[in-house]
């Protein structure tokens, strides 16, 4: 077995270990002591384990004499320490000179002359140096171009002693070439030194700056002016001298603030996220449908279905209507793609961004494109169908709802929200959005440009004449013919096109699970509640019924959940409470209007109804006199001009009141009444009346009625 050696880890370096800084303290049989530098966690490292992380780059191990080392160069620099830091190409072309001279001296040294400063300062010494020097530079006029020498004679070659200096310097910083650049930025007072403004000049700065730096952006040269009256400034500060300062420097320190902190403070935390926040190019699907991303986009185009302008202010109430006929308004796209393939899944025009369109979108998705393709000429080949393993999406209207959520939910498909105007959590439909509305709308009349403003000179509303469905078969064109066919710069992607993506995909993969059909039209259908009669159910007035379906109601009208797939119209699925077996399938009977979508066959309908509004009028006037000469020969209904007519319903009205009435049983006696079964005799029933007038009975003499006992009736007394 071959021996391994081991890397020499010393007490006092520190170790770069997946981004984390540790010193290290001590070592013992085999075990490394470290202190983390940031946190001061103390913890220790097996020794084999440290050398297999310094293997594979995972752990760089700095030494106390290179990190001295290191600390000596960029105080000696100036902070650089390495060419490429320095970004003056003046400054590296002297460098580059410079160097060519010193290995022009160490050349003479290789052939044993003694480099003193007298000799390097002798004329024939000089020339040699320069010949040497254009030959390592293998460029001839590099010292016409480049300033070598002091700042009297930039352009001649120094004396001995500063040549052996440049040597010994270079040697001494292990021959690192930076050391040789000309260190005029260290001159002068460093850091605060070098402000010469006073401290309430600088708490100046600071108000305006601390001002300017909010999100209503206000202008820096007023804002100025109204700070110089407002601010504050003490009696001993009067007396010191203050002078506020000028323009000019504050405009000075606003340049020195970051482009970060001046977006963040500007711009709001959710904008600058946008437009200064880190992206993602993480790539988290390899297959097929494992991961799909969707948004929507308000499309800077304005849409008019018949080219005529009806141009109006809403009210309140009307901002949520539906749009007119003729209404020119902008419209939305919802758009999702596939990670894996980057290949378009759906797209749909909508009035607006809700819940209904995301089911639609996510039914497109889930469906075959070749309706679209045919409809609208397209050439190309869509996407298939696929069963979605997992959906992102913004925290939006459309899609923060129970009822997608439920939809996706009930597919088995994972469902997963990002944050409200952060693109970067989802960075491909971001992108996709970008590139559709330069190569779509850009070039539609009624574009408004990517921006507020971006067109001053045109006049898009005017200009609007495309109508919805002349831009859906646009868009449908660029999703089928052109999107998957062009070339993608995207992270994994290396140019290659959708399309070839996608066959990567299905050759690695082979096959992609196929999609549930009765669960897709349960969960992302269309579901009413009706009652079963003879004729099935009939949502939308479509005629669904079956056999089973009578099978299961057996005329007894039971109420059940009627699911139609808006885009399949061939059958329904009837699903009722209490009820745990398959799903009932219902076929249209309607055949006429079997292979059309929902949204078809409701526009028949319209078109119908619509089709000569004249005759439709005609039609209703002969039917309403139809009613009236039935209704007068039937002499149920009475002149309504005569106000007796209307009698009766308050009579009838007074004689329920009547009824309404409860009678009640009196619980105690009263005078002038007999007992029950006395009232057929009269001489008693005189003399009792008489009695109980006269002379009321005491409450001892009465016997209580419930009490008194009655003679067995054996004869009939009439």
């Given at each position: 077995m071959i021996g391994r050696p081991q890397y020499k880890i010393p007490v006092g370096s520190t170790l770069d270990l997946d981004d984390v800084r540790w010193s290290v303290t001590g070592k013992?049989?085999?075990?490394?002591?470290?202190?983390n530098l940031e946190s001061g966690e103390i913890s220790k490292f097996s020794l084999a384990w440290l050398q297999k992380k310094i293997e594979d780059f995972s752990c760089k191990v700095k030494t106390p004499l290179e990190e001295a080392k290191r600390e000596e160069l960029l105080q000696y620099t100036g902070g650089f320490d390495r060419l490429e830091n320095i970004k003056s190409k003046e400054e590296r072309l002297n460098i580059r000179a410079r160097l060519s001279?010193?290995?022009?001296?160490?050349?003479?040294?290789k052939e044993g002359f003694?480099?003193?400063h007298r000799f390097l300062s002798t004329d024939g010494v000089r020339a040699r140096l320069l010949e040497d020097a254009i030959a390592f530079s293998g460029d001839r006029h590099i010292f016409n171009k480049a300033k070598i020498g002091s700042t009297n004679s930039p352009w001649d070659l120094p004396k001995g002693r500063t040549l052996a200096d440049w040597l010994a310097t270079y040697c001494y910083f292990d021959r690192n070439e930076v050391v040789l650049m000309s260190r005029h930025h260290m001159k002068g007072p460093k850091g605060q030194e070098r402000c010469k403004l006073s401290k309430p000049q600088l708490r100046f700065i600071q108000y305006v700056l601390s001002i300017w730096l909010r999100v209503r952006k206000p202008k820096l040269a007023p804002l100025y002016r109204k700070a110089m009256a407002k601010f504050k400034v003490s009696p001993q500060e009067r007396a010191e001298g203050f002078v506020f300062p000028s323009l000019t420097s504050i405009y000075n320190w606003r340049h020195a603030i970051s482009k970060l902190v001046e977006t963040l403070a500007r711009e709001g935390e959710r904008q600058a996220v946008n437009l200064i926040g880190a992206g993602q190019t993480e790539i988290r699907a390899q297959g097929f449908g494992d991961e799909v991303e969707t948004d929507q986009l308000h499309i800077s185009l304005f849409i008019n279905d018949a080219g005529v302008v009806r141009a109006r202010r809403l009210t309140k109430a009307e901002e949520n209507e539906e749009p007119a006929p003729n209404e020119i308004r902008r419209v939305?796209?919802?758009?999702?793609?596939?990670?894996?393939?980057?290949?378009?899944l759906a797209w749909v025009l909508a009035e607006s961004a809700d819940s209904d369109t995301t089911m639609q979108l996510i039914r497109m998705a889930t469906r075959s494109k070749e309706r679209e393709k045919i409809k609208y000429g397209c050439k190309g080949t869509p996407a298939p169908p696929v069963r979605l393993r997992k959906v992102v999406s913004d925290n939006g209207n459309a899609v923060r709802n129970g009822k997608v959520a439920a939809a996706l939910l009930g597919m088995g498909t994972i469902y997963k929200t990002v944050?409200?105007?952060?693109?970067?959590?989802k960075p491909h439909v971001e992108s996709a959005f970008r590139t559709f509305e330069f190569q779509v709308p850009g070039f539609e009349n009624g574009y408004t440009g990517g921006e507020p403003g971006a067109l001053p000179g045109s006049d898009p509303r005017g200009e609007a004449s495309l109508s919805l469905e002349a831009f859906y078969g646009t868009i449908n064109r660029y999703f089928i013919d052109e999107a998957p066919h062009q070339e993608h710069r995207g992270t994994g992607m290396y140019g290659a096109t959708p399309a070839q993506k996608l066959r990567q995909v299905a050759k690695k993969h082979r096959e992609i699970k196929a999609p549930d059909v009765e669960n897709r039209q349960i969960q992302l259908g269309i579901t009413k509640e009706f009652t079963i009669n003879s004729q099935g159910v009939q949502p939308f007035g479509l005629p669904f019924n079956s056999t089973a379906l009578q099978q299961f109601d057996g005329a007894k009208g039971k109420k059940v959940l009627v699911h139609i797939d808006p885009d399949r119209l061939h059958y329904a699925l009837i699903t009722a409470e209490g009820y745990?077996?398959?799903?009932?399938?219902?076929?249209?009977?309607?055949?006429?209007?079997?292979?059309?979508?929902?949204?078809?066959?409701l526009q028949l309908k319209q078109d119908a109804v619509d089709a000569d509004p004249h005759l439709k009028d005609m039609d209703d006037q002969v039917l309403q006199a139809a009613l009236k000469r039935r209704a007068e020969a039937?002499?149920?209904?009475?002149d309504s001009g005569d106000p007796l007519n209307y009698t009766r319903l308050a009579e009838l009205e007074r004689r329920a009141e009547r009824l309404a009435r409860v009678e009640c049983r009196p619980t105690e006696s009263y005078a002038g009444t007999v007992?029950?079964?006395?009232?057929?005799?009269?001489?008693?029933?005189?003399s009792a009346a008489k009695n109980t007038s006269e002379t009321p009975a005491s409450e001892t003499g009465t016997e209580s009625p419930k009490h008194k006992t009655f003679d067995k009736i054996t004869e009939s007394k009439l």
């Open positions: 013992d049989q085999g075990k490394v002591f470290v202190v001279v010193v290995l022009a001296i160490e050349e003479l040294e003694k480099t003193t939305w796209l919802h758009y999702m793609i596939d990670i894996a393939t980057r290949m378009p944050r409200t105007y952060h693109s970067n959590d745990a077996g398959e799903p009932i399938k219902a076929h249209i009977s309607m055949t006429a209007v079997r292979d059309c979508t929902l949204p078809e066959f039937s002499g149920m209904f009475p007992r029950a079964g006395s009232i057929m005799d009269h001489a008693r029933s005189v």
